[in-house]
């Protein structure tokens, strides 16, 4: 069990470029988790998957922010266009089985700072 | 959607303090969550009760069903105690977890 992996760690990017975060989660977990938290906030959510299933979105997340499983194993998150209010952590969890009440192990990471 | 809320949002006390953290939710919840946040961002689970009472170490959590209302609490605090307690609740749906946002913990030596 290596833990929850997140890369790059750190993205630096101007305004109107695509990015895209990939997440590694725990090998037998079941469910991945998309999170965005800017600072002094709590995590918000954006997106789960169950295996390779999109199973939930969340509306404040726009069109310009799409996610995959493709594999039912790791994860990508692409921002197109990306604006500031962008600029955030966005967080990576897994767990093993379906439920909210099942414990998430969370990622590092990615730090991203659009200018 | 559920609307989480903490308090206090920042509290600062000495080595040895018994602290106590609070979170009040407003839709009936299967789990509530607590979570620690370090400087740098990382998150680790505390915590995931729905009911009664959990311990582990010199943390303790206890939830209310009825009342929607969660602590937690930390005996014989310490510096490396200092972090960002959150806690979150399952929002339902298209609202996955819903996050408060957050205590800030400081324990001086």
């Known amino acids: 069990d290596t833990g929850v992996s997140q890369d790059p760690r750190h993205k630096i990017t101007k305004r109107g470029q695509n990015v895209t975060f990939r997440c590694d989660p725990i090998?037998?977990?079941?469910?991945l988790y998309w999170y965005r938290q800017t600072l002094g906030q709590g995590p918000e959510f954006l997106t789960y998957?169950?295996?390779?299933?999109?199973?939930?979105k969340s509306r404040l997340l726009s069109d310009r922010f799409s996610a995959e499983r493709p594999k039912g194993s790791f994860s990508t998150l692409e921002i197109q266009r990306t604006e500031q209010g962008d600029s955030a952590m966005y967080l990576c969890?897994?767990?093993?089985?379906?439920?909210?009440?099942?414990?998430?192990?969370f990622g590092p990471g990615t730090r991203l700072t659009v200018l | 959607k559920n609307e989480v809320e903490q308090s206090p949002q920042n509290l600062t006390a000495q080595e040895g303090e018994f602290i106590t953290i609070n979170c009040s939710y407003s839709?009936?919840?299967?789990?509530l969550h607590w979570l620690q946040q370090h400087p740098g961002g990382g998150i680790v689970s505390l915590f995931m009760?729905?009911?009664g009472k959990k311990k582990h170490g010199r943390l303790i959590a206890t939830i209310n069903i009825q009342e929607k209302h969660s602590s937690l609490h930390i005996t014989a605090s310490h510096p490396r105690d200092s972090a960002v307690y959150i806690c979150?609740?399952?929002?339902?749906?298209?609202?996955?977890?819903?996050f408060g946002k957050g205590t800030h913990l400081i324990i001086q030596p």
């Open positions: 090998s037998e977990h079941n469910r």
């Open positions: 969890a897994s767990s093993f089985s379906g439920g909210w009440a099942d414990t998430q192990y």
């Open positions: 998957f169950q295996n390779e299933a999109q199973l939930e």
């Open positions: 979150a609740a399952p929002g339902g749906g298209a609202d996955g977890l819903t």
């Open positions: 009760l729905s009911s």
């Open positions: 839709v009936g919840i299967s789990a």
